[in-house]
């Protein structure tokens, strides 16, 4: 379960002409079409395809009380309905909504729509060092067809405490951009990520956008994770960014994810970095304060000893990595 979107309804199957039943509704908020499922997997639920964002939250207004939710990749919601472990009554399908594929640079930043898909970063998405880290990791995301799938946006609504995409929004401070009839709000990483899979996002709000800062020219930067195996979740992972002046380091950043309900800076390991030579022994020091800095989920496979542990080994190699 990567991100939260989903696909197309076509025409009803020949076979089961009594499974849905839909047509195209018209309004002040433009035209969509709205579908009624009954029998299938996931519980029934209604289907909206707006084709605007005014439309789209327009509706996210009026079923958010419904348990009314947004769709766009399916990799994670999706799932869980066939699980019945979601429930949604309606859902609000925005991949027909023009312009919210955009993916650009302005004003030194990298501006990703709520459908960038997590593929469109295999290829440097800007110039520098944040194009080359978003290509580093999103091939740790799942296997490829998922990633033709999945958007970026949906993995950050989701809040997977294992989500790559969270971790690199927490460590370098994107802004999250929340639309709704209310207007659009901007929401600070720190303060976005409250927990895992919950977010500051109100019922009725689109994550519309998230904005991340481009890294410096001369910025450098590591990033680990240990899962058991390649494409699984993320047990533990860290991000680490700094630049290099004068033979010491700058603008440290230390970003932990997987380890705790939710990914975050660690900035007492940050601080400790400042004004270092690169070195071994800084770097071994700066990853036990990240060891002993987090307080680590515990479940039945694996103890907080041994994710704290992970932390640990994981931010020295990132560290060692970005000086490398």
Known sequence: MRSRRGGYVGTPCSHHPARW??????????????????????????????????????LL????????????????????MALRLALPAHLVDINGVKGLDRLAVEAGELAIGACVRHAAFHRAAA???????????????????????????GSLAHADPASEWCLVAATLDARMMARSVRGMRAIAAADFFQGSMTTALAADELLAEVRLPLLPPDAR?????????????????????????????TGARIGIG?????????????????????????????????????????????????????ARALTRRALESAAA
């Open 61 to 80: 207004a009026e079923v958010a009380p419904q348990e009314g939710r947004v769709l766009a990749g399916g990799q994670s919601l999706v799932p869980a």
């Open 127 to 153: 110039n520098g060092p944040l194009g080359a880290l978003l290509s580093h990791v999103v091939r740790h995301i799942a296997h490829y067809p998922i990633r033709t799938r999945g958007t970026f946006c």
């Open 221 to 249: 930067f590591g990033f680990c994770e240990f899962s058991r195996r390649a494409g699984d979740f993320a047990i533990a992972m860290a991000l680490a960014t700094f630049r290099i002046r004068n033979g010491v380091m």
């Open 258 to 310: 997987g380890v705790e309900g939710n990914p975050r800076r660690i900035g007492a390991a940050e601080s400790m970095l400042e004004g270092q030579r690169p070195s071994g022994e800084v770097f071994r020091a700066a990853a036990d304060r990240v060891a002993g800095s987090v307080e680590p989920l515990e479940d039945a496979r694996y103890s907080a000893r041994y994710r704290r542990d992970l």
């Open 21 to 58: 039943r839909g047509h195209p509704s018209s309004g002040r908020r433009g035209i969509h079409f709205v579908t009624r499922f009954t029998q299938m997997k996931p519980a029934p639920f209604t289907y909206h395809a707006p084709t605007t964002v005014e439309a789209a939250v327009a």
